[in-house]
């Protein structure tokens, strides 16, 4: 997706007409006090959400990216996990997760309008610490990730944080081609070793994720 799709153009538009509605309703109860947008951005794996976030960045003003990816838990504490193997094999369910590290950091930062977040080092495979900061300056927060509208606990309380979500949507048969070759390119796997990965663990996370897509405020096809 570019930066100049229709796609990216009318999401920014209706982006920065939420935040002037939000402005106009504050500026009489709080005059001096700065209006932040929070959007999240979410999908199944191979959807596009990443790109489509970090397209939105760069077309809206004093925009930052939050990954929900730097709340991977580690790979020491997947090894202390009952079964190891399964864990590494699955890496990247929503239960590989520290959803609830996740959910305690969106809401402190909210109220604040500032805090620290991880991003995840994919050449290590673990995430760094204090990698991404909001600041009050920030005008809009763009929260992307896999999970964000799942309806089970802790993980449901994301949407209530948020001003707008969004869905990114694709095809069954567009993810799998697009995660296949992702895999093939950034894990230097044979083909046979990335369709195995999609099948085994992509796409059964994938069938969880799309089914909670109806709780987003906006569905978008990106196939």
């Known amino acids: 997706m570019e930066s100049t799709s229709p796609l990216v153009t009318s999401l920014a538009e209706r982006l920065l007409q939420l935040r002037e509605e939000a402005a106009s309703q504050h ?11 929070w959007v999240s951005i979410s999908g199944a794996p ?13 077309v809206l003003p004093h925009a930052v990216v939050v990954p929900m990816d730097g709340f991977h838990f580690y790979k ?10 399964l864990a590494f094999a699955r890496r990247g369910a929503a239960w590989t997760f520290d959803a609830p590290k996740f959910v305690a950091t969106l809401k402190s930062t909210h109220a604040a309008k500032e805090g620290v977040f991880p991003s995840f080092d994919h050449a290590v495979g673990d995430p760094v610490e204090d990698d991404v900061c909001v600041s009050p300056t920030h005008e809009f927060v763009i929260v992307e990730g896999l999970y964000l509208l799942l309806s089970e ?3 449901s309380e994301v949407r209530d944080i948020m001003d707008i979500s969004v ?9 799998k081609s697009r995660l296949i070759n992702r895999h093939m390119a950034c894990f230097h796997m044979t ?3 990335a369709e195995a990965r999609a099948v085994n663990n992509d796409l059964p996370n994938a069938v969880e994720i799309i089914s909670n897509k109806e709780r987003a405020d906006i569905i978008v096809e990106n196939s």
């Open 46 to 58: 191979g959807s596009g959400k990443s790109s489509l976030a970090t397209q939105l960045s760069r």
């Open 191 to 193: 083909e046979e070793e």
């Open 167 to 175: 869905f990114v949507h694709a095809d069954d048969t567009v993810l």
């Open 76 to 85: 020491s504490h997947l090894s202390s996990m009952p079964d190891p193997e």
């Open 27 to 37: 500026q009489h109860q709080h005059e001096h006090e700065h209006q932040q947008v």
């Open 153 to 155: 606990s802790p993980w």
